[in-house]
Each structure stands twice: as structure tokens, then as C-alpha cells.
């Protein structure tokens, strides 16, 4: 999101600023839309149910389907923002929340020593470099609905909960392209308590027991 100080650093009067917030605004309203394009709706529900019936390919598709949402939750994050700084009207809902916001800042604070560069933020993903090798690339919606992709050398794994495989919420595409239950035991109570299990369990053992 913008940040706060951006007026006093750049120096912008308020309504050059407004106009920034309105560009950006604009631009991921559009990008939302392009996600949802490709597959021939205008809404997530419509993705997510062509996903349920096999119509389209289960990624990058569900991808997509959280891309969308998180891009659309950033950008009513954003709108709160600038309608608190020049309405004065308090926030509507804390639903806008981007974990991707919080997630960065506690990756930064709690893997600082093991990061092999900043914590990189996309419209819809986090992108994460460790000192063992290890990159991934996270789109976080919530609990129920996330998927982590990572490479470590060739090997290429991904952690996700698309509504694809019977029996169970949370699968581990493996490298060989064997569908497993999550070995990790992500956390169904906390968010960042779930995902920073993943990380530690990645930097011991990238494969999760994979040969």
C-alpha cells in the first residue's frame, strides 16, 4: 500500500496524491479483471466452479482464482486508506486486511538472518529467496485458501488447498507429480503461526521427505 510518509518524502500536495491513489486504484481493478478474463468470467465464484468441474487445469487456474481475490483485497485496503487520510471517515471493515502486508513484515523480522534478499512484494504474491536455494512464491488468502509454490535447485513442489482432491483440504504436489496429504500440518488457527511452520520446514528439508 502507499506509504504514509510518501507525502513529506515526495513531497506531493494532497491532491497530486489523490490522484496517485486513484491510478493505483485503477490499475488493479484492471488487473483483477485480466485474471478473470482469461477464463471466460467476471466474478471468482465463476473461476473457482470451473476449477471444482475439471473445466480448466487446477493451476495455474487457482492461481488466478486467489490472485484475483488478493488483488481485489488490496485495492479495498487501499481505498480505506485514502478515504481515511481525505474524508476522515473511519475504516468499514477490517476484512481488506492483506496478509501478504503482515506476512512480509514478520518473514523480514522472524527469517531476517536466513533471507538471501528482501522480501519481494507482487500485486497478487510474496516472493521469497533463502540462503539454502530455496525460492517461493506465496499467494496467502487465508487458513482455507493458499497456495505455495517453491523451487530448490530442478526440484519444483507446491503446498495448496484447491478444491480438487478428495479427502483432503490442504495436498503437496510433489516433484515426481505425486498428490500428497500436507506433511507439514499447516495451521488451521493462525495464519503466520501455519506458514512460518512451512518456512522452517522447508529450510530443513526443501523436498518435505521427497527423495
Not at 39 to 65: C, F, K, N, S, T
Not at 190 to 205: E, H
Request: with cysteine; net charge negative; aromatic share 8%.
Amino acid at each position: 500500500m502507499i506509504d504514509e510518509r510518501i507525502d513529506e518524502e515526495e513531497g506531493m500536495d494532497p491532491v497530486a496524491m489523490q490522484a496517485l491513489y486513484a491510478r493505483t486504484l485503477y490499475r488493479l481493478r484492471e488487473s483483477r479483471k485480466a485474471l478473470l478474463k482469461q477464463y471466460g468470467v467476471d466474478e471468482e465464484a465463476q473461476l473457482l466452479e470451473r476449477i471444482r468441474d475439471g473445466e480448466v487445469g487446477e493451476h495455474p487456474a487457482y492461481e488466478h482464482w486467489l490472485g484475483a481475490q488478493i488483488i481485489e483485497q488490496g485495492r479495498q485496503q487501499l481505498r480505506e486508506e485514502m478515504m481515511v487520510r481525505y474524508g476522515g471517515k473511519a475504516p468499514e471493515t477490517e476484512d481488506a486486511v492483506s496478509l501478504h502486508l503482515m506476512f512480509q513484515e514478520r518473514i523480514e523480522d522472524a527469517f531476517a538472518a536466513r533471507l538471501a534478499e528482501p522480501v519481494r512484494m507482487a500485486q497478487d504474491a510474496l516472493l521469497l529467496s533463502f540462503d539454502t536455494g530455496l525460492m517461493m512464491e506465496v499467494r496467502y488468502l487465508s487458513v482455507d485458501a493458499f497456495s505455495v509454490h517453491w523451487t530448490w535447485g530442478e526440484a519444483e513442489l507446491r503446498l495448496d488447498t484447491a478444491p480438487v482432491h478428495a479427502g483432503t483440504d490442504r495436498h503437496l504436489h510433489r516433484d515426481d507429480g505425486s498428490v500428497t496429504e500436507d506433511p507439514v500440518g499447516v495451521c488451521n488457527a493462525d495464519p503466520w503461526t501455519g506458514f512460518a511452520r512451512l518456512i522452517d520446514a522447508l529450510l530443513v528439508d526443501p523436498l518435505l521427505g521427497g527423495d
